[in-house]
């Protein structure tokens, strides 16, 4: 099977290259040429275009970062959909907006096109491990077709109901994920300025109830104040706008993510954006009553 | 060593037990004659008031509801202090406000009787296979004379810092838990409300970062509708008093706990404080924008 894949960055070179190591034959187009050497070093080929890369691709895989950066890879000029072969199936790994999904999902499958929404939570260190967590959206049918490619890169595929629904799984994820560690963020601020060490505290919280891999992970970058990313805090802002508008559609108010949602607005604001979410205990620490 | 335990409750019983099955010899006084039963039947011998508990033991464990439960036991009319044997040790794991912690550590300490806080994470599941956290504030000397005691009933022993550094970080684990709950309910509520299958979803979450024993367990029950508790909610909400009693102490304020110290007076104002927290995502689904 000839596998396309385009966005090679933090999270889709690492994935880029599994796919080479697992025997397929990988193509790829990258906006920037330098991106694309460690995989032209492990014997992928490069294209010009998505369209020319997607004209020799039985499935694409896209991993970028926002729903108009889909948008142009998929259906821009010279993007997937106009050297796509009829019959062919593109992965959207990336996340982004379930309703932007849909729609191109539809635009795809009028051209017979077949698409699968299958973004991702395990992070770079996942992305690295193989060991993603996958949540799918589209025709259980097709994503049967690509399991075998999908196995390569996660531990866990999981399908979530139709078009879509792998990234409403994704936005609920980044919620559970975001409100968390704004928890974890006021509890070990809250402790430091009563005296505790936080990594003592973080260690003692681990052993109960309060356990999470995000106080295991970014909780020890909160005590040890280490805030080079990770991933950066601007993109879960981003995650967090299709969390909020998900929220609107239903007419519901989510009021723990619109503290977050405050939270990461001001870190921006403050330029602090590129800085790891770990960063956000900075923030709660300046609150006063 | 002769050991005096108060409060038989959903946590305190099985941890008596586990003394018992250790070997010690365990007193015990109770309120209720009813809840001493059990502990009765594993050889442990009922003392008609605190005070006389405490003439017979070297270490007098407490494990009662709140603040005031936990002033009446040791400092009341025939209270533990009233019959302590000088160099005698408390060990308070109520969880309880760490300021009247350091008042009483201050009482007992003039008639030379020693004390330590140690509130513990885990449940009454962690209670019950003996698997609590358990947070200590005070002399860590002390901590080692009882600590052959504190492995019976835990995993994790932590010492935390001095006279009420127990309470803190336990006031901490239960900010993490409580809005680490609220994040999961609005992610569950939001993704049911675009048609996933909140069993589905929990699982997908449990696979990746916003993995947690709050999703694990809570999300079980939020996703099966099982709100019979556990620990009732309104035991939650002392502790959240607790918590944002230590915030305004700092000058500090804490959004994320506030949501939730909202929702939690919402469900008790409609007389559901004795369901499980998982109930919590009832609330949250009544959320309108």
């Not at 070179?13 to 397929?24: F, N, Q, T």
Request: net charge negative; charged share 20%; hydrophobic share 45%.
């Amino acid at each position: 099977m000839n596998i396309g894949f385009i966005g090679l960055g933090v999270m889709g070179r690492p994935m880029a290259l599994h796919l080479c190591k697992a025997g397929h034959s990988v193509g790829i187009y990258a906006r920037r040429r330098e991106a694309a050497d460690p995989l032209v070093a492990a014997g992928a080929t490069l294209s010009a275009t998505p369209a020319a890369l997607a004209s020799t691709s039985d499935v694409v895989v896209t991993m970028v970062t926002a729903t108009a950066d889909v948008e142009e890879v998929l259906l821009g000029d010279d993007g997937v959909l106009s050297g796509a072969r009829p019959g062919s199936i593109v992965i959207d790994m990336s996340t982004i907006a379930p309703q932007a999904t849909r729609r191109m999902a539809d635009a795809l499958q009028r051209r017979h096109v077949r698409m699968l929404d299958a973004p991702v939570t395990g992070g770079p260190a996942g992305a690295e491990a193989a060991t993603l967590t996958i949540m799918v959206g589209g025709d259980p049918a097709v994503l049967d077709e690509v399991r075998p490619i999908l196995e390569r890169l996660g531990q866990q595929i999981v399908h979530m109901g139709g078009h879509g629904a792998g990234q409403v799984a994704k936005a609920c994820n980044q919620l559970a994920l975001l409100v968390n560690a704004e928890g974890v963020a006021e509890a070990l601020a809250l402790g430091e300025r009563h005296g505790l060490d936080p990594r003592t505290l973080r260690r003692a919280l681990l052993g109960g109830i309060a356990a999470s891999r995000v106080l295991e992970e970014f909780g020890a970058r909160m005590a040890e104040r280490q805030f080079e990313p990770g991933m950066a805090t601007r993109l879960y802002d981003k995650d967090l706008n299709i969390v909020l508008e998900l929220a609107r559609e239903v007419g519901r108010t989510l009021p723990a993510a619109g503290v977050v949602r405050k939270h990461l607005d001001e870190m921006i604001a403050r330029g602090e954006g590129s800085r790891d979410l770990a960063a956000l205990i900075q923030t709660v620490e300046r609150l006063e009553d």
